[in-house]
């Protein structure tokens, strides 16, 4: 069984997510340390354990770009999306 992603490797892909979603600016290294509260070398690891892991493909790293390949890990656990009713 593949393990679950830590709490920060998950609060990363969201921001990627949601930049990539929301936002037509470019997310650079420096955004995402602010947004995370991160140093780079930290922030470098994590995005390559979610690339390693397929959640991201990183295409550049100097200007930093990147494509989500997967928005969140459930799919993969199997866990069923519930959808609720306002």
């Given at each position: ?49 979610l ?14 770009r ?21």
């Amino acid at each position: 069984m593949e393990r679950r992603l830590d709490d920060i490797e998950r609060k990363v892909l969201r921001i990627l997510v949601n930049q990539s979603k929301l936002s037509s600016q470019v997310l650079s290294i420096d955004k995402l340390c602010r947004y995370t509260g991160k140093r780079e070398g930290r922030l470098q690891h994590i995005l390559t354990v979610l690339e390693q892991e397929e959640f991201i493909q990183v295409t550049s790293w100097l200007p930093f770009r990147y494509r989500v390949l997967r928005e969140w890990e459930a799919p993969r656990y199997g866990w069923e999306i519930i959808k609720g009713h306002n």
